[in-house]
C-alpha cells in the first residue's frame, strides 16, 4: 500500500510531503493503530531524557494519526482525474444518507485505490 502525509512540525518554512510505501500487510496495520498503540509503542521503544521526559520532540500518537489520512488538496488533487474514481463520488464523499449501501470506501484511499478498484 502507499500513503501520502503532510510534515508540518519540520519547521522549513512550509509542510513537507511524504510518499511512503508498505511490501507487507503487518506494517499496513501498524500504520493505522490508534494514537494510544502508537503512544504505548514509544514509551516502550525511546529512551526518555534525564528529566523523565519523551526524547521525541515532534511526534506523538496524535501526530502519527495525522499522517493517517491525506490532507484534503490531495483528495481534491486525486479527485480531478480524467476518468473520476468511484470513492470519489459525492456522495461518498460528502456522506449522503445512502453511503452504507456504496460498495466504496467513505474517503480517499490511496489502499483502496490500488486493491479494490
Known amino acids: 500500500s502507499i500513503h501520502i502525509y503532510?510534515?508540518?512540525?519540520?519547521?522549513?518554512?512550509a509542510p513537507w510531503t511524504t510518499l511512503v510505501a508498505f511490501k507487507d500487510v503487518l506494517t499496513r496495520k501498524r500504520w493505522y493503530r490508534s494514537p494510544a498503540a502508537v503512544e504505548l509503542d514509544l514509551s516502550r521503544r525511546i529512551l526518555p531524557t534525564k528529566d523523565g521526559k519523551t526524547s521525541l520532540r515532534y511526534f506523538d500518537g496524535a501526530t502519527m494519526k495525522s499522517y493517517q489520512m491525506p490532507t484534503r488538496a490531495f483528495e481534491d488533487n486525486y479527485c480531478r482525474q480524467q476518468d473520476v474514481p468511484e470513492e470519489c463520488a459525492?456522495?461518498?464523499?460528502?456522506?449522503?444518507?445512502k453511503d452504507k449501501e456504496a460498495n466504496v470506501s467513505f474517503a480517499y484511499s490511496p489502499v483502496f485505490e490500488r486493491h479494490f478498484a
Open 90 to 97: 459525492e456522495k461518498v464523499r460528502f456522506g449522503s444518507s
Open 6 to 13: 503532510e510534515e508540518f512540525h519540520c519547521e522549513f518554512g
